[in-house]
């Protein structure tokens, strides 16, 4: 079962940028269609964004135009830069293979807190 391992948050103002990683083991971040979803609390789980092994990326409505997921398969590395942040992308993020993401196992996630 594969793990992944999820940094980069933490607590930054609005209008502030965070880059998330996510990592896993071999090229597994490399070889499928990945995505980051985030939870914040009380809520459910959320898809954020994804990209397909062609480099397709697609994107909740709310985040169009600050968040960019994009991999580096040089380090096998999946990102999501987040840039204009707001109060309501407060959540723990995390990546997954997209595909039938509601039902796959998950990691511990990264904490982001936009807050003034």
């Known amino acids: 079962q594969v793990q992944f391992v999820e940094s980069g948050g933490g607590l930054v103002q609005p209008g502030g940028s965070l880059r998330l990683s996510c990592t896993a083991s071999g090229r597994f971040v490399s070889l499928y269609d990945m995505g980051w979803y985030r939870q914040a609390p009380g809520h459910q789980r959320e898809f954020v964004a994804s990209?397909?092994?062609?480099?397709?990326?697609v994107y909740r409505d709310s985040v169009k135009g600050r968040f960019t997921i994009f991999r580096d398969n040089l380090n096998h590395t999946l990102h999501l830069q987040m840039n204009s942040l707001k109060p309501e992308d407060t959540a723990v993020y995390y990546c997954?293979?997209?595909?039938?993401?509601?039902?796959?196992?998950w990691g511990q996630g990264t904490q982001v807190t936009v807050s003034s």
């Open positions: 990209i397909n092994v062609a480099g397709h990326e």
């Open positions: 997954n293979r997209h595909v039938n993401w509601r039902t796959r196992p």
